[in-house]
């Protein structure tokens, strides 16, 4: 059982830009391609990004291509998104996700953290 801690979420101005951080509590987080959905009020869940295992493939929406950037530390079993030039629809409850596989899809196998909410005021 892997969990997944994330933080960083809040209240900015379009424009601005956050870091949202995912803690993993899984010792073989190197196992594990990580990855960022979210989902926006009356709206259903979306990926948004994911990273593989050793960090060396990305993949984005294209909503937020040239915008967003996830990362990863192994060492410190973390898991990032770099968000520049916010919009107000990028407003939503972000989720950390662990996957065995590299994976843009909503899955059994797929472990969520609980969210972080992200304000996007215009």
């Known amino acids: 059982q892997v969990q997944l801690v994330e933080s960083g979420g809040g209240l900015v101005q379009a424009g601005s830009s956050l870091r949202l951080s995912c803690a993993a509590s899984?010792?073989?987080?190197?196992?594990?391609?990580m990855g960022w959905f979210r989902q926006a009020p009356g709206k259903e869940r979306e990926f948004v990004a994911v990273?593989?295992?050793?960090?060396?493939?990305?993949h984005y929406a294209d909503s937020v291509k040239g915008r967003f950037t996830i990362s990863r530390d192994n060492a410190k079993n973390t898991v990032y998104l770099q968000m520049n030039s916010l919009k107000p629809e990028d407003t939503a409850v972000y989720y950390c996700?662990?996957?065995?596989?590299?994976?843009?899809?909503?899955?059994?196998?797929?472990?969520w953290g609980k969210g972080t909410l992200v304000t996007v005021s215009s």
């Open positions: 990273i593989s295992w050793g960090g060396k493939t990305t």
């Open positions: 899984e010792r073989t987080f190197s196992n594990y391609a």
């Open positions: 996700t662990a996957d065995p596989l590299f994976s843009t899809q909503v899955r059994r196998g797929t472990y």
